[in-house]
């Protein structure tokens, strides 16, 4: 289907009566021919949108949306959404942050839990090797530190 395919039928479904009846109940003040262009600037919108995800394209109530459905159809959708909601935000008692780990922090973690574990397997037939049992006892500790 081309551009204007699409925008005919989506917006020949769609109900701009009922959408306008609502709007001046909430004292909005549109015509029937504002939501139409609004609806038609949407659809060209997600139309020529060159995402291959979902993409959404909001314009005063309107909202227009293209997704791809396994990759074998498209899907367009017209609607009309009023969004109501109560959102409250206070201070924590503490702070906290998220902490990105590197690439190299990974592979060296990786590498001292690997050595951590040599040392204990080689630590179970040698008891009495205090060498191994403070490498051990080391590597456990920068571990620690790492997390």
Do not use: C, P
Request: aromatic residues 12%; hydrophobic residues 40%.
């Amino acid at each position: 289907m081309d551009l204007e395919q699409i925008q005919e039928k989506l917006i020949n479904d769609f109900d701009f009566d009922k959408t306008l009846e609502i709007l001046t109940k909430l004292g909005e003040n549109y015509t029937k021919y504002d939501l139409i262009e609004n609806a038609k600037n949407l659809i060209k919108m997600t139309y020529t949108s060159r995402e291959m995800d979902d993409v959404f394209f909001y314009a005063a109530y309107l909202v227009a949306s293209r997704a791809y459905i396994e990759g074998k159809e498209v899907h367009y959708s017209l609607n009309f959404s009023i969004d109501i909601q109560s959102n409250v935000e206070f201070d924590l008692k503490e702070n906290f942050s998220h902490r990105v780990v590197s690439e190299k922090e990974f592979i060296l973690r990786e590498e001292l839990s690997n050595l951590l574990e040599l040392n204990k397997t080689y630590f179970e037939d040698n008891k009495d090797d205090k060498f191994v049992k403070s490498n051990i006892l080391k590597i456990e500790e920068i571990l620690e530190i790492l997390d």
